[in-house]
Structures are given as C-alpha cells and as structure tokens.
Nanobody, 128 residues
Framework: QVLLVESGGGLVQAGASSRLSCVAS????????VGWFRQAPGKEREFVAA????????????SYANSVKGRFTISRDNAKNTMYLQMNSLKPEDTAVYYC?????????????????WGQGTQVTVSS
C-alpha cells in the first residue's frame, strides 16, 4: 500500500507559476513510476506528466502531454519520497483538480489505469 499526500495548488493568475508536491509512503519510492493527472469539471481524467523507471531505475524517463510540454516539469527527490510538478506560464485551461499517482511495478504508463495509487487531489484554478 502506498499513501500519497499532495500539497500546493490554489488560485493563480494566467502567466504565473505554481508548484505541486506529493509525498509518498514506502521505502522503495525510487522504484516507482510516478505521474500527474488532472480532471476538469465534466471531463475525464487526463495525463499531464510522468516519470518512469528505466534501466532497473538507474534513470528515469519523463513524458508530458502535448498541452503542457515546455511549460510543466515533473521531478522527483527520491531521498524525500517526493515528486513535484512545476507549472509555468499557466493558462485558464489548466484549471483542474490535479492528482499525483504511483505505480510500484513500472509500466511506463500515460493512462490512469496504469497507476494503482492516487493522491487526494488538489485544486488549481487559473484566472484570466
């Protein structure tokens, strides 16, 4: 069982930056695939970014949705069991509830069904 606790988010103006954090339980965080997803009202949960374990977790492969590529950056601090999502140049269409996710057995997934563990979600609202 992996418990994920998110922090960050809130109300920001368009063009501003914000950072989300997600702390995970467990002693093998470095072996997890981790990801960020978001869900806007009336829409399905969609992929934002992922950090996938590669080469026996000697390195990680980051991937991004086209809509956030160049603006958002996923990172992780394995020593702190924490993942981050740095969001720059925010747009009103980035408004959503953001969820962190983790998967113990690496799948390199960019879909919600590829992750077994989820945070509680945090609201990000971007005003124009």
């Amino acid at each position: 069982q992996v418990l994920l606790v998110e922090s960050g988010g809130g109300l920001v103006q368009a063009g501003a930056s914000s950072r989300l954090s997600c702390v995970a339980s467990g002693r093998t965080f470095s072996m997890y695939d981790v990801g960020w997803f978001r869900q806007a009202p009336g829409k399905e949960r969609e992929f934002v970014a992922a950090s996938s374990c590669r080469g026996g977790c000697q390195y990680y492969e980051n991937s991004y949705a086209n809509s956030v590529k160049g603006r958002f950056t996923i990172s992780r601090d394995n020593a702190k069991n924490t993942m981050y999502l740095q969001m720059n140049s925010l747009k009103p269409e980035d408004t959503a509830v953001y969820y962190c996710a983790a998967q113990i057995e690496s799948r390199g997934s960019v879909t919600p069904d590829g992750y077994s563990y989820w945070g509680q979600g945090t609201q990000v609202t971007v005003s124009s």
